[in-house]
Nanobody, 121 residues
């Protein structure tokens, strides 16, 4: 399984960015796809996730109402639309995948990780 993020960059506060994560090599039918971030000196945190079984989503309180996670099944691509960006959103952003039969996605225990893309606000 390979996950490749793109779309990071520098943006002014209040601006928007859209991150993409291209996935390949997957053979599982039900899994979680999540976006994580890690700021310097801080622990990695899950900020958004989506479950392929029922398309349910999870958002951390810090991004709820500003970020939107979505998937394009035809392109095997995961997205994170980030609006109203704040300086505290500055971090390395990672996408990850987790095999899941029950849709529990709000966890750090993901099986596969991308290399990360930097977002600076």
């Amino acid at each position: 399984v390979q996950l490749v993020e793109s779309g990071g960059g520098s943006v002014q506060a209040g601006g928007s960015l859209r991150l993409s994560c291209a996935a390949s090599g997957y053979t599982y039918s039900r899994y979680c796809m999540g976006w994580f971030r890690q700021a310097p000196g801080k622990e990695r945190e899950v900020i958004a996730a989506i479950y392929t079984g029922d398309s349910s989503t999870y958002y951390a309180d810090s991004v709820k109402g500003r970020f939107t996670i979505s998937r394009d099944n035809a392109k095997n691509t995961l997205y994170l639309q980030m609006n109203s960006l704040k300086p505290e959103d500055t971090a390395m952003y990672y996408c990850a995948a987790r095999i899941s039969a029950n849709g529990y996605c709000n966890t750090m225990s993901y099986n596969y990780w991308g290399q990360g893309t930097q977002v600076t606000v």
